[in-house]
């Protein structure tokens, strides 16, 4: 057998949208060739490095050791800056990666704010609402094209459209109460950069049927 040379993937995760469908989306965006595998639970915990998921593994080219990460935002930035999803100018990458952080504190903060944890719901409604407010203003900054960064695809366009997905596909099943608030968040700007994601030739193959996740598109 030849050494391959290009690298290919194994990601792990658990088979539902949640905090592994960006890197999915990046790895069809990075058009590599990539496999999901869903890992028996609990019975595969001890073999993760952190005993969780998603972990993503690089297979090594040629002769050279597989590459094991773990950790979402980790595995997100390893493909987005290898294939070039991730803005190269770093100040243009940071303002991507911290647009990333305040998306997920929310989705952390929404699990014990739909438990109804004392202060989490006034903590959680007041995140969302500066989302709105940063998401409007930096999509209005960028020229209301569907991006935010420039006029292509990049990482944080990925990232928006998997939050909704996932957390919409989440709401519905522990927290329906809070589903229009969250829709709330798709304003003209965001439906845009919902619609330019779910065209990108690219993705086809993973955004052909996620209507579903996307109310305020019908
Ligand atoms: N900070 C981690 C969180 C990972 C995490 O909590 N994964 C959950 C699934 S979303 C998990 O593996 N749960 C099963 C378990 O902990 O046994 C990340 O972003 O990757």
Same mark, same amino acid.
């Given at each position: 057998? *030849?050494?391959?040379e290009?690298p =290919? %993937?194994?990601?792990?995760y658990f /088979?539902?949208?949640?905090?592994?469908?960006?890197?999915r989306l990046l790895l069809?965006?990075?058009?590599?060739n990539?496999v999901e595998?869903?890992?028996e639970?609990?019975?595969?915990?001890?073999?993760?490095?952190?005993?969780?998921?998603p972990v993503?593994?690089e297979k090594?080219?040629?002769?050279?050791p597989d590459?094991?990460?773990?950790?979402?935002?980790?595995?997100?930035?390893?493909?987005?800056?290898k294939?070039?999803?991730m803005?190269?100018?770093?100040?243009e990458a940071?303002r991507?990666e911290?647009?990333?952080?305040?998306? *997920?504190?929310?989705v952390?903060? =929404? %699990?014990?704010?739909a438990?109804g /944890?004392?202060?989490?719901?006034?903590?959680f409604d007041?995140l969302?609402?500066?989302?709105k407010e940063v998401l409007?203003?930096?999509?209005k900054n960028n020229?209301?094209n569907?991006?935010?960064?420039g006029d292509k695809?990049t990482y944080?366009?990925i990232?928006?459209?998997?939050f909704?997905?996932f957390?919409?596909f989440?709401?519905?099943a522990y927290?329906?109460?809070?589903?229009?608030?969250?829709?709330?968040?798709a304003?003209p700007d965001?439906?845009k950069l919902?619609?330019?994601v779910?065209?990108?030739?690219c993705?086809q193959s993973?955004?052909?049927?996620d209507?579903?996740y996307?109310?305020?598109l019908?």
């Amino acid at each position: 057998m *030849f050494p391959s040379e290009k690298p =290919s %993937y194994i990601f792990k995760y658990f /088979a539902v949208p949640g905090i592994g469908e960006a890197t999915r989306l990046l790895l069809t965006a990075a058009k590599v060739n990539w496999v999901e595998e869903n890992p028996e639970w609990p019975q595969e915990k001890p073999n993760q490095p952190f005993g969780r998921l998603p972990v993503l593994i690089e297979k090594g080219t040629g002769d050279g050791p597989d590459f094991v990460i773990c950790e979402s935002a980790a595995i997100e930035r390893y493909v987005a800056r290898k294939y070039g999803l991730m803005p190269s100018e770093p100040k243009e990458a940071s303002r991507q990666e911290q647009l990333r952080e305040q998306i *997920f504190d929310i989705v952390n903060i =929404s %699990y014990a704010a739909a438990k109804g /944890a004392e202060g989490f719901k006034a903590r959680f409604d007041e995140l969302l609402a500066k989302l709105k407010e940063v998401l409007a203003m930096e999509l209005k900054n960028n020229g209301s094209n569907g991006h935010f960064t420039g006029d292509k695809l990049t990482y944080i366009d990925i990232i928006i459209y998997s939050f909704f997905k996932f957390f919409i596909f989440n709401l519905k099943a522990y927290a329906p109460e809070y589903v229009d608030v969250v829709v709330g968040l798709a304003t003209p700007d965001v439906v845009k950069l919902i619609l330019a994601v779910k065209a990108d030739p690219c993705l086809q193959s993973r955004v052909a049927n996620d209507d579903q996740y996307f109310p305020f598109l019908a």
